[in-house]
């Protein structure tokens, strides 16, 4: 549900910035299939899509699927808002020196593998 709300002030305010063409990529793949889709099948889901009102104002509008690990900018901001006051917040500039960096290698492509405990079991012999 986090992720509609992000997408729909997302678009609200591409559209209030007035840019024509937008390209939008979400790390949770449901919400990028019913964007997609338009698929009202589950009514949680269909009345926060009914409420982005601005996914058919743009000339054109691209919603794309991407890996957390692809996209470190949004992951370092999810992180950074969790801890924030303000209910909304737009940057005019960079957050930290090092962010430019990251802004980077997301454009080049470059990705970083996540750490995660091993889920094998441990075999002792």
């Avoid at 009514?43 to 009914?50: A, E, G, H, P, V």
């Avoid at 901001?77 to 006051?85: E, H, I, P, T, V």
Wanted: charged content about 20%; aromatic content about 10%; hydrophobic content about 45%.
């Amino acid at each position: 549900m986090a992720e509609f709300w992000a997408l729909c002030d997302g678009l609200t305010l591409a559209y209030q910035m007035g840019l024509p063409c937008l390209e939008v990529e979400l790390d949770a793949e449901i919400v990028v299939d019913l964007v997609l889709s338009r698929s009202m099948t589950n009514i949680d889901y269909s009345s926060l899509l009914n409420d982005c009102g601005y996914l058919n104002k743009f000339q054109q509008l691209k919603v794309n699927h991407i890996f957390r690990e692809a996209y470190r900018c949004a992951d370092i901001l999810a992180k950074r808002g969790c801890s924030q006051q303000e209910d909304f917040v737009v940057l005019l500039s960079p957050p930290s020196p090092e962010f430019v960096s990251f802004v980077c290698m997301d454009a080049a492509g470059l990705y970083l593998l996540r750490r995660s405990a091993s889920t094998l079991p441990l075999v002792a012999i």
